[in-house]
């Protein structure tokens, strides 16, 4: 009797996770098989979960565009020299607010959190970016996300979290502090590193309300602003844009593009999804270290 | 946003503050100054950046008791006192942009937030290591993709030609246009805002049932209780002062109603239903120049939600949970 119970319990249960994978992958696939089907299919009255005959009609006409392969470059650049900054920052700023006998510690970090709690708001933010001269230039995107505060901290908890005796060593042999940053904390430190480097970099792989904010020049665009414009203006209008740009010059469905776009958007981030999975979850348990 | 917030309260608030004594002259601390001088050099960016980039904009605030002209720029331009904030409250887009907020909110706490915790509790029921983890890695992906990708998943799905309207059609149900005009919108807003997220947001409450002493499950079983008597006496117990937390946490944040999935996935038919605080100061600011405006909207905003945001902290604090500062 318990037993049966039991199994009906599972079966209920078994039941919701498996619909909860479902209504996670269809959405997925569905764009997918759009992207591979050919333009004369997509209207046509069927399920669109498996194309009848794949076609690579619209990703060859993506490539041939430029726009979306340029823009892929600019998302590139952005989030490399962004994450490496971002490393640079956080790692050093969080090696010194590791330190509370530091003097004026309490005042530096309430000096950090404050933009935590409020912040002057998107219109001085934008008038700032356009005083400094910075509109239209991917700086813009790079140094207004050059520190999170929220990474400081998570990185600091766990620096505090490390034992000290080998910083005291160290110190003891005569090295200064950029030495242990150099040749101790940051060697030790690797996974932390890793976490925060992949947070940072989905951060800006995945960033685009910035861009839009920030640069009215398209041909600057990151990946994610370009992509806004293929799928969710409505008059297609940059789809059309788009279009005089191809030299292959034959006509593509839109839906065909929007989903192959999207598509080329997302391969990136489920290449490295079995790093990000893994570093994380970790991440999240990171600033309970030293709990 | 709101569980990335809890993994910070564990450590701190540990500062312990230990500044030089009162009695050490000047001199003193001047030598304490230039002991640490590496350390200032290493925080030194950082203090810039904040300064540049966050304090700096705080004087820009002053635009919203300005009538801001670009040309002249933020110190020139005229004070007008409360000018702008008087044309807000009198005008009917402030209240439809405070009812869409709150509401758009309160639909994600009443049906969003119970949904990771009844994901975790489900999860946690899975004896079979191998499906966890693969339910896991799947319903973690869609966190990882930005609104534009994710919303754009989502329009295609949705859309007359997608697979929803295909299968309504199989019911001999019309085709519904479901992103074009309000009558949707809020719950297309709500549903795939929890489909987005709902894997990831259980990540916070798997930690805490992982952390159950299974010494309790032991004892409830000697005392025959049942999977169902479990979960009712030991499981959901341990779990509340996590529910608790986030649900503070999440009320904390209501002003900001999940303003990127809205901006990608709003269009100007559904504008009155769909309309927050940052979404509108966007438009007025940026696309329309009603640059002192905006920053009044934004002003208004932030106070709120600052106040919000503190007492959520507050509260925190008083049921002796760690907190963030």
Known sequence: MVEQKNRFADFIIYSILAFACVATILPILHVFNLSLTSASEVHKSNLLLWPKEITFQAYKYLFSTNALVKS???????????????????????????????????????????????????????????????????????????????????????IMGLPGSLEEAAKIDGCSEWTVLFRILIPISKPAIATIGLFYGVYHWNEFFLGVLYLSDSSKWPLQVLLRTIVFDNNMSNVAALNTLSTAGQAVEPANIQAASIIFAALPVLVVYPFLQRYFVKGMVLGAVKG | MAVEHTSLMKTSGKSTGKLTGKSTGLSNKWRQIKKYRNLYWMLLPTLIYFFIFHYIPFAGISIAFKDFQPFIGIADSPWVGFKHFNMIYHSEDFYQLLVNTLLISGYRLIFGFP????????????????????????????????????????????????????????????????????????????????????????????????????????????????RWKKMIHVTLPALLPTVFLMLIIQIGYILDAGFEQIFVMSNPTVYGVSDIFDTYVYRIGIEQANFSEATAIGLFKGVVGFILIVSANRIIKRSGEPTLW
């Open chain 2, 115 to 226: 949904v990771p915790i009844i994901f975790a509790l489900l999860l946690n029921e899975v004896r079979k290591q191998s499906v966890k983890k693969t339910v896991q890695t799947i319903t973690y992906f869609p966190h990882f993709l930005s609104w534009i990708v994710y919303g754009g998943l989502i329009l295609s799905f949705i859309s007359p030609a997608g697979i929803i309207n295909e299968i309504l059609k199989g019911f001999g149900i019309p085709a519904i246009d479901f992103v074009t005009g309000p009558d949707y919108f809020r719950s297309i807003l709500v549903i795939t805002g929890i489909l987005k997220d709902f894997g990831w947001g259980a990540i916070i409450y798997l930690a805490a049932l992982s952390s159950i002493d299974p010494q309790l499950y032991e004892a409830a079983t000697v005392d025959g209780s049942g």
């Open chain 1, 72 to 158: 892929f470059y600019i998302t590139a650049f952005i989030t490399i020299v962004g994450t490496l900054l971002n490393l640079i920052l956080t790692i050093a700023g969080a090696y010194a607010l590791s330190k509370p006998e530091l003097p004026g510690y309490k005042g530096f970090m309430v000096y950090i959190v404050i933009p935590m709690m409020f912040n002057a708001g998107m219109i001085p933010s934008y008038l700032l970016i356009k005083n400094m001269g910075l509109l239209n230039s991917l700086w813009a995107l790079i140094l207004t996300g050059a520190v999170s505060a929220f990474n400081l901290i998570l990185m600091r908890n766990f």
